[in-house]
């Protein structure tokens, strides 16, 4: 066996115990409205901390979660945890506009994505309208029709949809017309080249104008500078999400952003 598929075999096996473990948080990272300057809502983005290996990031353990079908009851407790998270946040008069999850290509074809969502708005009490659903290029864009099927199933739920990662699939721009999406999320590969390569930030400036005339709002992840930032508003791009504005916090820590935020309603004098 190569050592490639015995460190599978052992991160699987820890993942399968995690859950019960109580291994799992979920962290929370600010999105910022360029206009405003305010926090439009907040990704919730899981974290493991496994006693063994550390923090494990999520770019190793979701792939395999995903192969082995796990990715279905994590995903489920990642929905369940950021609404109930989003149901305190609005009952301490707190929250944010909106709560951002992602949603995995297997628990959007393992059917019933809808139902599960539903399932959790009711349980948790929060409005459908303060739920995001972020999913991959990749995943739409691999079975057109079924695609449609499952996210317009969504979208009647009255939560709303974005798509992630955009850039780095393989995006029939047709195709993308027919999704029924709210928002499309430039990767974070072009933002980090976007104030060195001319060729990059005519991309992205094309990226936000094609986002604009299909009617959707336009985010660009991985904003690490001043100047990335400043570039992006004269480009027309409606929100950034990035170390710049806030790294991916725990709960806890994410409240107090929120608290000083309340007090004075821009992010723009906030040190990152
Ligand atoms: P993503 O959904 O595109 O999330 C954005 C990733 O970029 C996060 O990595 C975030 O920490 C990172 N990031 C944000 N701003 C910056 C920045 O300014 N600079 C840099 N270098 N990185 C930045 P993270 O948390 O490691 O997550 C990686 C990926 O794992 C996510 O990409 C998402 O695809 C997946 N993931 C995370 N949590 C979940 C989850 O609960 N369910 C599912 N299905 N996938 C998840
Ligand atoms: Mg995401
Ligand atoms: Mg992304």
Same mark, same amino acid.
């Given at each position: 066996?190569? #050592?490639?598929? %015995?460190?599978?075999?052992?991160?699987?096996?820890?993942?399968?115990?995690?859950?019960?473990?109580?291994?799992?948080?979920?962290?929370?990272?600010?999105?910022?409205?360029?206009?405003?300057?305010?926090?439009?809502?907040?990704?919730?983005?899981?974290?493991?901390? /496994?006693?063994?290996?550390?923090? *494990?990031?999520?770019?190793?353990?979701?792939?395999? %979660?995903?192969?082995?079908?796990?990715?279905?009851?994590? =995903?489920?407790?990642?929905?369940?945890?950021?609404?109930? /998270?989003?149901?305190?946040?609005?009952?301490?008069?707190? #929250?944010? $506009?909106?709560?951002? &999850?992602?949603?995995?290509?297997?628990?959007?074809?393992?059917?019933?994505? %809808?139902?599960?969502? !539903?399932?959790?708005?009711?349980?948790?009490?929060?409005?459908?309208?303060?739920?995001? &659903?972020?999913?991959?290029?990749? *995943?739409?864009?691999?079975?057109?029709?079924?695609?449609?099927?499952? @996210?317009?199933?969504?979208?009647?739920?009255?939560?709303?949809?974005?798509?992630?990662?955009?850039?780095?699939?393989?995006?029939?721009?047709?195709?993308?017309?027919?999704?029924?999406?709210?928002? @499309?999320?430039?990767?974070? %590969?072009?933002?980090?080249?976007?104030?060195?390569?001319?060729?990059?930030?005519?991309?992205? /400036?094309?990226?936000?104008?094609? =986002?604009?005339?299909?009617?959707?709002?336009?985010?660009?992840?991985?904003?690490?500078?001043?100047?990335? !930032?400043?570039?992006?508003?004269?480009?027309?791009?409606?929100?950034?999400?990035?170390?710049?504005?806030?790294?991916?916090? $725990?709960?806890?820590?994410?409240?107090?952003?929120?608290?000083?935020?309340?007090?004075? $309603?821009?992010?723009? #004098?906030?040190?990152?």
């Amino acid at each position: 066996m190569s #050592a490639d598929a %015995a460190e599978r075999i052992r991160l699987d096996q820890a993942l399968r115990g995690a859950m019960e473990r109580d291994e799992f948080e979920l962290h929370y990272q600010p999105q910022i409205d360029l206009r405003s300057g305010g926090i439009a809502g907040v990704e919730a983005l899981i974290r493991w901390h /496994q006693p063994e290996l550390g923090l *494990v990031s999520p770019a190793r353990f979701i792939p395999l %979660a995903e192969e082995t079908g796990l990715i279905v009851p994590l =995903g489920d407790w990642v929905m369940r945890t950021a609404c109930a /998270q989003m149901a305190a946040w609005q009952q301490a008069g707190l #929250a944010p $506009p909106r709560i951002a &999850v992602n949603l995995s290509a297997r628990q959007l074809w393992q059917g019933h994505a %809808a139902e599960r969502v !539903a399932a959790v708005l009711c349980e948790t009490g929060i409005p459908a309208g303060c739920l995001e &659903v972020e999913i991959t290029e990749s *995943v739409v864009m691999r079975d057109g029709a079924e695609a449609v099927q499952a @996210l317009s199933a969504l979208r009647a739920l009255g939560v709303t949809l974005a798509l992630d990662d955009f850039g780095t699939g393989y995006s029939s721009l047709s195709h993308l017309r027919s999704l029924p999406l709210n928002k @499309l999320k430039i990767d974070r %590969a072009f933002i980090q080249d976007l104030t060195t390569r001319s060729d990059v930030a005519v991309l992205v /400036q094309q990226i936000i104008q094609i =986002g604009h005339a299909f009617k959707l709002r336009v985010v660009a992840e991985g904003v690490e500078t001043r100047e990335t !930032a400043d570039l992006l508003a004269r480009s027309g791009c409606d929100e950034v999400q990035g170390f710049y504005f806030g790294k991916p916090l $725990p709960a806890q820590d994410l409240e107090a952003l929120l608290r000083q935020h309340s007090r004075r $309603p821009s992010l723009a #004098a906030v040190k990152p």
